[in-house]
């Protein structure tokens, strides 16, 4: 069982950042591929980005490509989620999600995650 931690959320005027972490309560953090997600109220869960176990493979959504980052610190069991030139349609609960894999790949769909954070909240204000 693995156990992930979210934080820095909060809200931020349009234009600002935030960075997001995920600290992840595993010996072998770096068998997961890590993946943020967000869900706005009355939508669906969609994801945001995804990194591959060793850092070296990432995925954006085109929604979020060009002004989020996403890396991992596997010293530390920690991903990251850096948000640049956030909007408010960026408004939403972030959710942080872990999957063992024996390649080194992406996953880019929520189903295929195993474990989950309990999310931190991203609001944007106009």
């Known amino acids: 069982q693995v156990q992930l931690v979210e934080s820095g959320g909060g809200l931020v005027q349009a234009g600002g950042s935030l960075r997001l972490s995920c600290a992840a309560s595993?010996?072998?953090?770096?068998?997961?591929?890590m993946g943020w997600f967000r869900q706005a109220p009355g939508k669906e869960r969609e994801s945001v980005a995804t990194?591959?176990?060793?850092?070296?493979?990432?995925y954006y959504a085109d929604s979020v490509k060009g002004r989020v980052t996403i890396s991992r610190d596997n010293a530390k069991n920690t991903v990251y989620l850096q948000m640049n030139s956030l909007k408010p349609e960026d408004t939403a609960v972030y959710y942080c999600?872990?999957?063992?894999?024996?390649?080194?790949?992406?996953?880019?769909?929520?189903?295929?995650?195993?474990?989950w954070g309990q999310g931190t909240q991203v609001t944007v204000s106009s």
């Open positions: 999600a872990a999957k063992r894999l024996y390649a080194d790949s992406l996953l880019t769909s929520a189903t295929a995650y195993d474990y």
């Open positions: 990194v591959s176990k060793s850092g070296d493979m990432t």
């Open positions: 595993t010996r072998t953090f770096i068998s997961y591929v």
